[in-house]
C-alpha cells in the first residue's frame, strides 16, 4: 500500500489574472475559470488550482504572499484511503470525509489524500544514443517550440524541523528517503520505486516554513530546452537553468513564479527501487547542480540570456527569506 505521487496542487495568489497567464504560458490546459478560482490539468490530468490567498476555503498559508497552501495525494483505492485516514487521524486539522481525508504536517502545511484522478497515458518519447545503446535510429531528436507538462513530479519546502517532517512523511504516509542533507535535507519518495524524490523537506539555517519551488515532468532534455526558451520569449523571468542536477540527475530549468517562490521544468530523473541505499550529501553549489547556466537562454537569439531575467546570485536552496 503506497501514495501514487501528486494529484493535485491549490495556490494561495494575489493576481489571478496574471498566474493565469503564466499557467497556460506554461504548458497546462485551463479547465475552468472565475472571479474567485482557476483550475488547470497537466497531461495526465493532474491539477494545479489557483485561488485568491485570502479565499477562506484554504488552508491556512505557512508563509506571507502568494505560494502553495496544499498538497494532494493520490491513492489507488476508497480502501487505502481510509487506511491513511486511520494514519492522520491524530494530526493536527485532521479530517475525513470518505472521499477525502487530510491534516497538517509539521511545517503548518495542508496534506489531503483521495483516490487519484489521475490518468494513466501514453505518451511518445524519443530514445537517446549512448555508446552501447541506439535507442533512436533513423529519426532525428526533437525541438519543440513549447512544453507540455506532464505532472506535477514534486514539491519542495524549506521546514522548520526537517527531522519531524521526515518522520511524519514516513510514518504516517510511508514515504521512502532516497537521500539526505544530514539534519538539513531530506528528499523523500512515494513508495520503494519511483523517481527520485516526490517532496523535498530542507531546513535553512535560521529555521522557517516557506514554499521553494514546484516541479513539473516533462518528456526529456529537449522539451525542458524548448518549454524554457519558449517561457523566456513570453517574457517570464529566469531564476537559474538550463542545468543538471547531480544528486537526481535530472535536467532543470527554474522560473519565477507569480503563484510563488519558484517553478522548473525537469526530465531524466533517477529511477529508484528498494535496493537503494540513501545517500549523505553536504549542501552546496556544486551538490546542487553539475552545471547550470546563469540568466538562461535567450528563446529568439539561442544564446546565453544577458537581459533583466538573470538569475539571483544567491543559491536557489539557501535562499534569504523574502
Excluded at 552501447?132 to 507540455?148: L, V
Excluded at 531530506?186 to 535553512?204: N, T, V, W, Y
Aim: net charge negative; aromatic share 12%.
Amino acid at each position: 500500500m503506497s501514495i501514487l505521487g501528486i494529484d493535485e496542487i491549490t495556490f494561495g495568489v494575489e493576481d489571478l489574472a496574471l498566474c493565469q497567464r503564466f499557467f497556460a504560458d506554461w504548458g497546462l490546459t485551463l479547465l475552468s475559470h472565475s472571479a474567485t478560482e482557476q483550475v488547470f490539468e497537466t497531461l495526465n490530468g493532474c491539477r494545479v488550482v489557483i485561488k485568491h490567498k485570502d479565499d477562506a476555503s484554504l488552508p491556512p498559508a505557512i508563509e506571507t504572499g502568494p505560494t502553495l497552501r496544499e498538497v494532494v495525494w493520490g491513492v489507488e483505492s476508497d480502501d487505502d484511503l481510509a487506511w491513511y485516514a486511520d494514519r492522520m487521524a491524530s494530526k493536527p486539522g485532521y479530517f475525513f470525509t470518505g472521499q477525502h481525508a487530510g491534516c497538517l504536517d509539521p511545517n503548518g502545511l495542508g496534506v489531503r489524500l483521495q483516490k487519484s484522478i489521475k490518468r494513466d497515458i501514453e505518451i511518445e518519447c524519443v530514445g537517446h544514443n549512448s555508446w552501447n545503446e541506439r535507442g533512436r535510429i533513423n529519426q532525428p531528436s526533437p525541438i519543440y517550440d513549447q512544453a507540455t507538462p506532464i505532472e506535477v513530479g514534486h514539491v519542495v519546502f524549506f521546514v522548520n524541523d526537517v527531522m519531524a517532517c521526515e518522520a511524519f512523511y514516513r510514518d504516517t504516509l510511508d514515504f521512502v528517503t532516497s537521500d539526505r542533507y544530514p539534519q538539513k535535507g531530506a528528499f523523500m519518495r512515494c513508495s520503494e520505486k519511483g523517481g527520485h524524490h516526490d517532496i523535498f523537506l530542507l531546513q535553512p539555517p535560521e529555521p522557517r516554513a516557506g514554499l521553494n519551488h514546484v516541479a513539473f515532468a516533462v518528456r526529456d532534455i529537449h522539451e525542458v530546452f524548448g518549454g524554457g526558451m519558449n517561457i523566456s520569449r513570453l517574457g517570464w523571468d529566469t531564476e537559474l537553468g538550463p542545468g543538471r542536477h547531480p544528486i537526481s540527475s535530472a535536467f532543470f530549468w527554474y522560473f519565477r513564479n507569480p503563484a510563488g517562490a519558484l517553478v522548473e521544468y525537469y526530465a531524466d530523473e533517477d529511477e529508484l527501487t528498494a535496493e537503494w541505499q540513501p545517500r549523505d550529501f553536504e549542501p552546496g553549489p556544486t551538490v546542487f547542480a553539475e552545471w547550470a547556466i546563469s540568466g538562461g537562454i535567450d528563446g529568439n537569439t539561442r544564446r546565453q540570456s544577458s537581459g533583466p531575467q538573470a538569475a539571483s546570485k544567491t543559491f536557489i536552496t539557501a535562499r534569504d527569506k523574502p
